[in-house]
């Protein structure tokens, strides 16, 4: 089986902080790693994503994420947070053979101008 | 470019209903699943496909079906609505190799009363 873990519900943060949402999972089989972003009212939108090979990826709109093994986390990152990255963001996990995707909870991010 | 396409955006259902949720995607993929999103609990997998006339449940599979008798087309049924089936309905979609990421439809919002 696997499993997220997204502490913090809501997150406030500045414009032009950095932004930083964790995730840690749970998995038996080597992890496919997600990060998705959702706006009001809409579907979710891939942002990055880690399958094998470099573990710092990076998505679109400026967020990376860096995938620890020995900490079994994807930490999602921007160096600069702007209005439009106000949203919902989902860590999602799966794996070879696996055909679940599962999901955290979520992060609602509220940028404070 | 269509993508997952989800159908209807909106509906209202009196306890009891039923209902059929549509999901078609044009990209070929073999893979289709159902979550609900609900506050505070992330997306939920109900049930999923990993082909045509292949179906599985997931992890909140009570009170809906589904069937697959196409590549494209992904229904989820209702059988007698309940009140705590008010949620956001996605679909997403997926080649079988799981790397590629998922592709969600834009969502229907249920409300029974």
């Known amino acids: 089986a696997q499993s997220v873990t997204q502490l913090g519900s809501h997150v406030s943060v500045s414009e032009g902080a950095l932004v930083l949402l964790r995730c840690n999972y749970s998995s038996s089989v080597p992890p496919y790693l997600f990060w998705y972003v959702q706006y009001p009212n809409q579907g979710l939108q891939l942002l990055l994503k880690?399958?094998?090979?470099?573990?710092l990826v990076k998505g679109i709109n400026g967020f990376e994420a860096e995938f620890k093994k020995s900490e079994t986390s994807f930490h999602l990152t921007k160096p600069s947070a702007h209005m439009s990255d106000a949203a919902e963001y989902f860590c999602?996990?799966?794996?070879?053979?696996?055909?679940?995707?599962?999901f955290g909870k979520g992060n609602q991010v509220v940028v404070i101008p | 470019n269509a993508g997952v396409t989800q159908t209807p955006k909106f509906q209202v259902l009196k306890t009891g209903q039923s209902m059929t949720l549509q999901c078609a995607q044009d990209?070929?993929?073999?893979?289709m699943s159902w979550y609900r999103q609900d506050p505070g609990m992330g997306l939920r997998l109900i049930h999923y496909?990993?082909?045509?006339?292949?179906?599985d449940q997931g992890e909140v599979p009570n009170g809906y079906n589904v069937s697959r008798s196409t590549t494209e087309d992904f229904p989820l049924r209702l059988l007698s609505a309940a009140p705590s089936q008010t949620s956001v309905y996605f679909c997403?979609?997926?080649?079988?190799?799981?790397?590629?990421?998922?592709?969600f439809g834009s969502g229907t919002r249920l409300t029974v009363v």
């Open positions: 997403a979609s997926s080649y079988s190799d799981r790397r590629h990421g998922y592709t």
């Open positions: 999602a996990v799966t794996g070879y053979g696996n055909n679940r995707l599962a």
């Open positions: 990209m070929n993929h073999e893979y």
């Open positions: 496909s990993v082909g045509a006339g292949i179906t």
């Open positions: 880690y399958t094998t090979g470099a573990t």
